[in-house]
Structure formats: structure tokens, C-alpha cells
């Protein structure tokens, strides 16, 4: 019986599916914007009402609550984002599950991109291999769960 190799983590920069200077970009990118938002929601203390950090960096108050009597379908994700920065994991979780998913993924992709900068490792090889439409239709449905949920539990 044949043993299978499984693919490594990552892959030498030479070896990526794209030239070197395109792959640095890339994770150069993805590292700066993840820990620039980082910074931002480090800036600012998550909302206790569970909803409405977005006002500390200037935007409008979201007014879809006023219109329809309930959140709306993003309700609560920078609060979230906001508490999983600052450590409250639970807590972000259960502010906005979709939030504290995509701020946790953010986070990781920031952190990837940064190890294969330093290590000269590709990041678009992680990105090519990813089943892109699974994770799509995957958080497409955790966006609506998470809406159904905070319906349920909003107290506006």
C-alpha cells in the first residue's frame, strides 16, 4: 500500500503559481491591511450595546433598525471585530457570529501572509488551493445564520 504525501503548508517562493514580485505584493498587502484594521479597531472600545462601533470611526448610525424594527444583516460585525481584537473571543462570538469569523480570518490571513514575507514562502499558493466557492457559499450562509440570530436576540 502506497503511504499519500500530503501537499505542504506552504510552498517555496520560486515555486509559486505567480512571479515572486506578485506573490510579495500580495501578502504584502493582505499583512499591512490586516494589521492597519487591526490598529483601527485597537483604537476604539467595542460597543456594549452590541451593535454601533462604527459610529467611533464616523459613520452614520445605521438606520435600518429604525426602518424595519430589526438589524440589520451585518448588525453588530465591527463590535464584534472590535471585541475579538481587544481578546473577548466568546464575546465577539456571540455579539456577531459572521464578525467575529471574518475578523478572525482576517487576522490569520494577516498573520500567513506575514510568516511567508519572512520566510519566502509563497501566499498565493495558500490562495490558489483554498476552495474558494465552498468558503463563499459556506460564509454566505453563516451571514444569514448570524442575522437570524442577532433578530433574535436584539434588544435595539
Given at each position: 500500500?502506497?503511504?499519500?504525501k500530503?501537499a505542504p503548508?506552504?510552498i517555496?517562493?520560486?515555486?509559486?503559481p505567480?512571479s515572486?514580485?506578485?506573490?510579495?505584493v500580495?501578502a504584502?498587502?493582505?499583512?499591512v491591511t490586516?494589521?492597519?484594521?487591526t490598529?483601527f479597531?485597537?483604537?476604539?472600545?467595542?460597543?456594549g450595546?452590541g451593535?454601533?462601533?462604527?459610529?467611533?470611526?464616523?459613520?452614520e448610525?445605521?438606520?435600518?433598525?429604525?426602518v424595519?424594527?430589526?438589524?440589520?444583516?451585518?448588525?453588530g460585525?465591527?463590535?464584534a471585530?472590535?471585541?475579538l481584537?481587544h481578546?473577548?473571543?466568546?464575546?465577539?462570538f456571540?455579539?456577531?457570529?459572521?464578525?467575529a469569523?471574518?475578523a478572525?480570518?482576517?487576522?490569520?490571513?494577516?498573520?500567513?501572509?506575514?510568516l511567508?514575507?519572512?520566510?519566502?514562502r509563497?501566499?498565493?499558493?495558500?490562495?490558489v488551493?483554498?476552495p474558494?466557492w465552498?468558503?463563499?457559499v459556506?460564509?454566505?450562509?453563516?451571514l444569514?445564520?448570524a442575522?437570524?440570530y442577532?433578530?433574535l436576540?436584539w434588544?435595539g
Open positions: 500500500m502506497t503511504e499519500r500530503k503548508w506552504t517555496p517562493l520560486r515555486d509559486g505567480v515572486k514580485n506578485a506573490d510579495r500580495t504584502g498587502i493582505v499583512a490586516a494589521f492597519t484594521l490598529g479597531l485597537l483604537s476604539v472600545q467595542p460597543d450595546r451593535h454601533g462601533t462604527h459610529e467611533a470611526f464616523g459613520m448610525r445605521c438606520g435600518w433598525p429604525e424595519y424594527g430589526y438589524p440589520c444583516p451585518t448588525c460585525c465591527t463590535t471585530a472590535c471585541q481584537v481578546g473577548d473571543v466568546l464575546g465577539a456571540v455579539t456577531q457570529p459572521f464578525g469569523m471574518i478572525l480570518l482576517g487576522l490569520l490571513a494577516g498573520v500567513h501572509a506575514s511567508c514575507l519572512l520566510r519566502g509563497s501566499f498565493v499558493d495558500m490562495l488551493r483554498v474558494f465552498r468558503i463563499v459556506v460564509m454566505i450562509l453563516l444569514f445564520a442575522w437570524g442577532k433578530a436576540v434588544q
